[in-house]
């Protein structure tokens, strides 16, 4: 549990400090050109979740997110003896969901920077928060999936 709490910590300070740095380093809406025609740094403020949806709707994204915390504490924290792999995991999707909520309590939005166009599709662009939610969310499902087809036990 120490191990979560640490990880957890260092996701969220690296996250805000990336955030500072962001806001006061690129203009809003503007972009810093890092790899010509693939990536840059673009300064947005994203109202919604994910691709904006529910854009505007601080209050019930902030209620879904304080649920979720709630949900992934009863589900993979309370009273159970975690993995060491499930520590560093949980640790990176707490830290991301508390990175970007701090961001929508304080701002009313969450601030996006990371902005990609991959094979002339361009990609909504988001934050490091991001970044350690979906890799976090992908690779437990991966083990859960691994898991239920090896006949053990998971969440």
């Known amino acids: 549990m120490k ?5 957890s910590l260092v996701c969220i300070i690296i996250d805000q400090i990336i955030k500072v740095v962001i806001t006061t380093n690129v203009e809003f809406a503007h972009s810093i050109n890092v790899v010509n025609n693939f990536f840059r740094i673009t300064y947005l403020q994203n109202t919604g979740a994910a691709w904006s949806i529910l854009s505007g709707n601080r209050i019930l994204l902030i209620i879904v997110t304080v649920i979720a915390l709630g949900i992934i504490y009863y589900v993979f924290l309370k009273d159970k003896k975690i993995k ?22 304080r701002f009313g939005y969450v601030i996006d920077y990371l902005d990609f166009n991959i094979f002339s599709y361009h990609y909504p662009v988001f934050n490091f928060a991001d970044i350690c939610i979906v890799i976090s969310i992908i690779i437990l499902v991966i083990i859960s999936l691994k898991e239920d087809k090896n006949g053990n036990n998971s969440r």
């Open 3 to 7: 191990k979560l709490a640490i990880i």
């Open 84 to 105: 060491n792999y499930e520590s560093i995991l949980l640790g990176l999707l707490l830290g991301g969901i508390i990175g970007n909520l701090i961001d929508r309590v």
